[in-house]
């Protein structure tokens, strides 16, 4: 008898909030304390109404665009409604009334044929466009360059299961299909996808794909761009299938070009993913490590050995401590306190979990680990997504919070924790706001691990420059200590100028190459990714 994923419905998100609406979050007795010690004890101004700026795009051009087929609207609420994504900065522009980045006009095609069409009109009248699906994007990635008209690219009307090849393993959606929904209609026919990132309820397949999304259940399943075995892919010149066999040396694989590139080179319209069968037992179980180091070097052990969990998950003091990550938080009656938690889950068959679960359990043990049976973990996964929708009720309290993520070599990773932790505490507390800053580590490999930062602090009357400058000491930091800008969240505009320093001349160069073959007008996402 298979176990199925517990069901999400899919949210559809306020704009400007980052939570879903039909169950909102409240803000706990420990997290209010912590707040009045941080000085946070004035909520924070009410929300401005926005202001949409008029549509730049004339009669003719919007009747090109509905003679394709797809709905074309200029209407406010829709525009207002595909402005930005999730973002704190975004958030903050939100509640300020600030509409300036709104697209002209909302286009919403309904096959990919109209997509096709889309494009080849946008083209030839130079109207930038913007693909939009779940809008879960934190990096600025729904932003683009506004020096000419922009249309927002409403994909979420192409969606579904397109076909299953269940002795393969691969599942074709088209690309705006949410992943609850991918999940359901997968289960229907006793497969998985497995693909769980805390932006679960609203992200999108394609989504996951351009931005190299990376979910919970990464050590177990993979990355999504691991998942994906193929890409449909709509550009100005045409439409290219990529993609032909589960690996090949057929020169280099064009997949690597398109996984990541925000829509910078083209629209993807399908997605080609491995799946699994739904697994027949899910175990998940917490441990108790005794501060961040020792936690992280179990993490590692576990990483570079052959047998692994499907999902490892660690937090540090303060996550542990503030967000009550800890036995007594999810109802245990014994437990030692304060230290770390870890989150360890199992899925498969039987004889699989039992056999990888003796030999976890075992290990971490041997690594200094105390058990904590499975009611922290349970905890941990019934609430996994619902974690990012306290920053609503965080900013009404008058909090600026925000989160970063990197990643780096296992030597390097302690080095790196402490030197953002320094950068961004530095730079908030320089402007009088002392801040907590949290982390903990859900992706590892058997060479690094991503780290993710949880920031909260007393917001400023301008929380924008505020963030602004902790964000910049943060992204400095990580190019000073040698670690990527990003290990999922994305470059977008935000992390474009830190990215372009990464990569470097040469390999800016190709990519602009790239983007002059497949968009020589540069119409595609103008501004996101490369300038």
């Known amino acids: 008898m298979t176990t199925s994923e517990t069901a999400v419905d899919v949210v559809d998100f ?56 797809a709905q074309v609207s200029t209407d406010d609420t829709l525009r207002a409604a595909r402005l930005r994504g999730f973002s704190t900065p975004d958030l903050l522009k939100f509640r300020a009334g600030d509409a300036s980045d709104a697209p002209d006009a909302v286009v919403a095609p309904t096959t990919a044929h109209q997509v096709a069409a889309v494009l080849a009109v946008c083209d030839a009248a130079g109207i930038g466009l913007s693909p939009y699906a779940g809008g879960t994007t934190v990096t600025g990635g729904l932003v683009p360059d506004r020096t000419r008209p922009i249309i927002s690219l409403d994909l979420r009307q192409l969606t579904g299961l397109i076909a299953l090849d269940e002795v393969s393993q691969i599942a074709t ?19 998985e996808l497995g693909h769980f990132p805390q932006s679960y309820e609203g992200a999108t397949v394609g989504g996951c794909a351009v931005t190299r999304s990376a979910g919970q259940s990464s050590i177990g399943y993979g990355r999504f761009d691991e998942m994906v075995v193929g890409l449909t892919l709509a550009t100005p010149g045409g439409v290219a299938e990529i993609g032909t066999a589960p690996k ?47 936690g992280a070097a179990a993490m590692r052990a576990l990483a570079q050995a052959s047998v692994k969990p499907t999902v490892l998950r660690l937090s540090d ?91 780096t070599f296992w030597s390097n990773i302690d080095k790196l924790k402490a030197d953002v932790t320094a950068a961004v505490t530095g730079a908030l507390g320089e402007q009088g706001t002392p801040a907590v800053v949290m982390c903990h580590i859900s992706h590892v490999y058997p060479t690094g691990a991503s780290l993710y930062f949880t920031v909260i602090s007393n917001a400023l009357a301008d929380p ?3 963030w602004g400058k902790a964000k910049a000491a943060a992204n400095a930091a990580i190019r000073a200590a040698g ?17 372009l320093e990464e990569i470097g001349d040469v390999q800016v160069t190709a990519l602009r190459a790239v983007k002059n073959a497949l968009d020589p007008n540069g119409i595609l996402n103008p501004g996101i990714l490369l300038p």
């Open 14 to 69: 306020t704009p400007g909030r980052w939570g879903n609406p039909n169950d909102p979050m409240h803000l706990s007795d420990s997290v209010i304390g912590a707040l009045t010690m941080l000085g946070i004890n004035e909520a924070a101004p009410a929300p401005v109404d926005l202001v949409i700026p008029a549509s730049r795009l004339d009669d003719a051009a919007l009747a090109d665009l509905a003679a394709t087929g």
């Open 317 to 407: 003091e303060a996550e542990t401590g503030l967000n009550l990550a800890n036995p007594s938080a999810a109802g245990s009656a014994s437990g030692p306190v304060g230290g770390c938690l870890m989150v360890v889950g199992f899925e498969g068959d039987q004889a699989d979990v039992e056999c990888r679960d003796a030999y976890v359990t075992a290990r971490l043990t041997e690594l200094g680990g105390t058990p904590l049976g499975t009611e922290p973990g349970e905890h941990w996964r019934e609430g996994r997504f619902r974690g990012p929708y306290l920053r609503d009720p965080l900013l009404d309290a008058g909090a600026l919070v925000e989160t970063l993520e990197t990643v």
């Open 464 to 466: 924008l420059e505020q």
């Open 248 to 294: 090949s040396a057929a020169g280099p694989d064009l997949r690597q070009l398109i996984l990541g590139s925000e829509g910078a080179f083209g629209v993807v319209t399908q997605v080609r993913v491995h799946v699994h069968p739904v697994p027949a037992v899910r175990r998940f179980y917490g441990w108790h490590f005794p501060d961040f180091v020792a």
């Open 173 to 191: 959606f088209a690309a705006g299909t949410r992943l609850p929904d991918a999940e359901r209609l997968l289960g229907e026919r006793g497969f």
């Open 483 to 499: 670690a990527s800008i990003t290990h999922h969240h994305a470059v977008g505009t935000d992390h474009r100028g830190t990215y």
